[in-house]
């Protein structure tokens, strides 16, 4: 048996020996419903075959939130929450124009806590949570 995906969105797979479908939708691809045609057929003379289509809907991605920020001891310690799925990563700039990825997780529950512990000789940092990929 051989399996093939002749239509589907950007980044879906399958394994064409056991068919094991791969798909995890961009940050770009939320609320889009997505065709997918999956096809197996057989090695056999005649070859067979069978093709399901199918859709699948891609919720809309709920902005993360941040909460608990503190600073003691020079660590900067803040609650990073949303849904569990996309990427967060936690930016880091001195000037809000310049920002530098600090740390990138898929969490498998939310929220997380995150510490800054080099906060150390600057004398202002600005934070921010973004989702991907």
Request: with cysteine; net charge positive.
């Amino acid at each position: 048996m051989t399996f093939s995906l002749p239509v589907s969105p950007a980044g879906a797979v399958v394994n064409s020996t056991n068919g094991i479908l791969n798909w995890r939708p961009l940050i770009a691809q939320a609320c889009s419903t997505n065709a997918f045609r999956l096809v197996v057929a057989d090695n056999g003379s005649p070859s067979l075959s069978a093709t399901q289509n199918f859709s699948v809907t891609v919720l809309p991605v709920a902005l993360p939130t941040l909460s608990s920020s503190s600073f003691s001891n020079g660590l900067f310690r803040m609650s990073v929450g949303g849904v569990v799925g996309p990427d967060y990563t936690v930016q880091v700039s001195t000037n809000l124009v310049t920002w530098t990825n600090l740390f990138t997780t898929n969490p498998v529950g939310l929220p997380f806590n995150w510490t800054d512990t080099n906060t150390a000789g600057f004398a202002r940092r600005f934070y921010r949570t973004l989702l991907g990929p």
